[in-house]
Nanobody
Framework: QVQLVESGGGLVQAGRSLRLSCAAS????????MGWFRQAPGNEREFVAA????????DYADSVKGRFTISRDNAKNTVYLQMNNLKPEDTDDYYC????????????????WGQGTQVTVST
C-alpha cells in the first residue's frame, strides 16, 4: 500500500514563495519518480514537475520553469516543490504523484496520488 501526504499549501501574495512537501510511505521502492500536478475547479489536472528517484533528473512544465524547483530527500522518502515568484494563475490544488514506470505528464496514467493541498496566490 502506498500513501502520499502533502503539506505546505496556503495563502500568499503574488511574488512571494511557498514550499510544498510530500512524504511517501509504503511500497516506495516501486517508484521511478515523484512529482506534482495541479488542478483548478472544472479544469483537468495538469503536470507541474517531476524528479527521478535515482538520478534526480527533473522535468518542468513551461509555465513554472525558472520559478519552481523540485527536489527530493531519498532518506526521508520526501519530495519538495519550492515555488518562487508566485503568480495569481498559480492558484490551484496541488497533488503529489508517484510515477511507477516512467515520468508521464498524463494524469490518467498516475497510479498513486496524495490528497492535495491548496495554494492561493492573491494580487
Amino acid at each position: 500500500q502506498v500513501q502520499l501526504v502533502e503539506s505546505g499549501g496556503g495563502l500568499v501574495q503574488a511574488g512571494r514563495s511557498l514550499r510544498l512537501s510530500c512524504a511517501a510511505s509504503g511500497r516506495t521502492f516501486s517508484f521511478y519518480a515523484m512529482g506534482w500536478f495541479r488542478q483548478a475547479p472544472g479544469n483537468e489536472r495538469e503536470f507541474v514537475a517531476a524528479i527521478r528517484w535515482s538520478y534526480g533528473v527533473t522535468d518542468y512544465a513551461d509555465s513554472v520553469k525558472g520559478r519552481f524547483t523540485i527536489s527530493r530527500d531519498n532518506a526521508k522518502n520526501t519530495v519538495y516543490l519550492q515555488m518562487n515568484n508566485l503568480k495569481p494563475e498559480d492558484t490551484d490544488d496541488y497533488y503529489c504523484a508517484a510515477h511507477t514506470d516512467r515520468v508521464t505528464r498524463i494524469a490518467q496514467a498516475i497510479a498513486y496520488w496524495g490528497q492535495g493541498t491548496q495554494v492561493t496566490v492573491s494580487t
